[in-house]
């Protein structure tokens, strides 16, 4: 009997074998996803004024522009953003099985999943807006390493990341009808007040990166005050004043709650307004869909990273020199410097700002070899009698509202001309045609400068230099405007308004690698 079993298994163990069974492979090594590579920041200048109404009070540092630090490579290689760039090769491995990552929450996100306004919400993401919530987590693979390094160097969850996304859809440019601005949707007043510039040539609201510093000022603060980052995102939504009258007038239905559920036990009382009610839900339901869009049937681009170098440009440039000198094209320096307004840089100092990942290491050498017709930003027209902007501006190839971009306190008389005698800053074809048709400085409440005309006394001041790019928001603010405009460019290179602060000496060149920004 037992010489037949074995008989029989011999005879089983043959045919398996024959048939082409084997063992179970060993697990093959997963492919290992891209690498952010982190650049180290800078920061420098004075801190800034307090938080507004929604800030809580805590003083905030000024960020400033990109700074960056020692290298042997580039003048850029350091830059206060994280430059997110693909990993290498992930070796032989055709056959390797990856995994997704399992879904993780640094919120209360999966207790809070089954409550109403979160399941209403996750329908309408899924469903009736589902082409814009695609639209947005598209965006979001372009900013994620920004957004989550900002919110990970504050100390913050990332998964308050959603609320940019519920702000704005990810859009740097987004323009509500209160006038809040940017990806975080700041009002002017508490932009400056978490030490975001805002004025007429540069808003940083508009700027992913140092919006997202702003906004992880502003939540920290809230979360200090509240200690709930669900009430932090209400009082960032609805005011820091209101969140906290609520939580004194219905103490006694709240005290009872605590972390996160205290947020709900207010927005039970109804004292909130609909919209802040529905803030945090809306929130929640954004990070359910997102972390899992394949469930819900969205499709999902994968854009490419906002990666970059920081490289020195003097005050003034156009975008235009600045994309010629980094061998690229106007709209991606615009699109990496979304903050500058007027298609060219501030007047004054030289600035920080980015080009191309891998562009930095040559820009200084490229930028002194362009003809100074490249770095001009404008010329000065002296208004004569009779003159108008639309009458300067035709002449010039320009309209008159671009025209007035430039001349934003030009005085005029009962007549609607020009009074005799200003300085007319007229701009370069590319100057202008890289300027941002920004909504009406008047209701963004940029601060203007007096009436008295512009006169050529005034534009030959242009010449000295202006505060550093990194002073505190509350003293660069009031500044909408240049007082001085600079005189035009000189035919020599050398003698040119812009170029000799524009141009980094080589002497200078590796001092700016291995020094902070004053």
């Not at 020692?70 to 070796?91: L, N, Q, T």
């Not at 987590?137 to 504050?154: E, M, N, P, W």
């Not at 106007?330 to 007027?342: G, K, M, Q, Y």
Request: aromatic share 6%.
């Amino acid at each position: 009997m037992i010489q037949n079993r074995r008989t029989v298994l011999s005879a089983l163990a043959a045919v398996l074998g024959a048939a082409g069974c084997v063992r179970p492979r060993p697990a093959v090594p997963v492919v290992p996803a891209p690498v952010v590579a982190h650049d180290v920041a800078h920061d420098a200048g004075n801190a800034a004024p307090k938080a507004a109404e929604g800030g809580g009070g805590a003083d905030v540092p000024r960020p400033v522009h990109d700074a960056p630090a020692a290298a042997a490579d580039s003048i850029a290689a350091a830059a206060s953003e994280p430059v997110v760039r693909p990993a290498g090769p992930a070796g032989n491995a055709p056959d390797a099985v990856t995994e997704a990552p399992p879904i993780t929450w640094d919120l209360d996100v999966e207790a809070n999943a089954g409550r109403s306004r979160v399941a209403y919400f996750v329908d309408v993401f899924s469903g009736r807006a589902k082409a814009p919530f695609e639209v947005a987590l598209s965006r979001q693979t372009r900013y994620a390493g920004i957004i989550g390094d900002k919110l990970k160097t504050a100390g913050l969850p990332q998964d308050l990341t959603y609320l940019a996304l519920i702000e704005s859809w990810y859009n740097p440019h987004a323009y509500s009808k209160a006038a809040a601005v940017g990806m975080w949707q700041f009002m002017t007043g508490t932009a400056r007040g978490v030490g975001l510039r805002v004025d007429w040539w540069i808003d940083e609201r508009r700027d992913p990166v140092r919006a997202t510093e702003g906004a992880a000022r502003l939540l920290l603060s809230l979360h200090e005050d509240f200690g709930s980052f669900f009430l932090a995102a209400a009082a960032y939504n609805g005011g820091s004043g209101r969140v906290s009258r609520g939580l004194t007038q219905f103490a006694t239905r709240i005290d009872p709650f605590e972390g996160e559920d205290r947020f709900f036990a207010l927005s039970d009382t109804r004292y909130l307004r609909p919209e802040t009610r529905d803030y945090v839900p809306k929130m929640i339901a954004a990070a359910l869909v997102a972390k899992q869009p394949d469930r819900y049937g969205l499709r999902v681009d994968t854009l490419a990273p906002f990666a970059f170098d920081s490289v020195l440009a003097p005050g003034g440039t156009p975008l235009a020199a600045i994309a010629a000198a980094a061998r690229t094209d106007v709209p991606t320096i615009a699109d990496l410097n979304p903050s500058v307004l007027r298609g060219m840089l501030p007047v004054g100092d030289s600035l920080w700002v980015r080009v191309p990942a891998g562009t930095g290491t040559a820009f200084v050498e490229r930028y002194a070899a362009l003809d100074s017709a490249v770095t001009t930003a404008w010329r000065i027209v002296t208004s004569k009698k009779g003159e108008s902007m639309a009458s300067i501006a035709k002449k010039h190839g320009l309209t008159a509202k671009k025209l007035g971009w430039y001349n934003p306190s030009v005085a005029r008389l009962k007549s609607g001309n020009l009074v005799p005698g200003q300085a007319i800053r007229v701009p370069s074809l590319a100057v202008a045609d890289a300027a941002m048709d920004v909504p009406n400085p008047a209701i963004e409440r940029y601060p203007r400068r007096s009436r008295r005309p512009v006169t050529r006394a005034d534009a030959g001041a242009a010449k000295g230099p202006s505060k550093p790019a990194g002073a505190s928001a509350a003293k660069s603010a009031p500044k909408s405007a240049p007082k001085s405009a600079p005189k035009p460019a000189a035919k020599s290179p050398a003698k040119s308004v812009t170029k000799p602060s524009a141009k980094v000496p080589a002497s200078k060149a590796g001092a700016a690698r291995t020094t902070k920004r004053p």
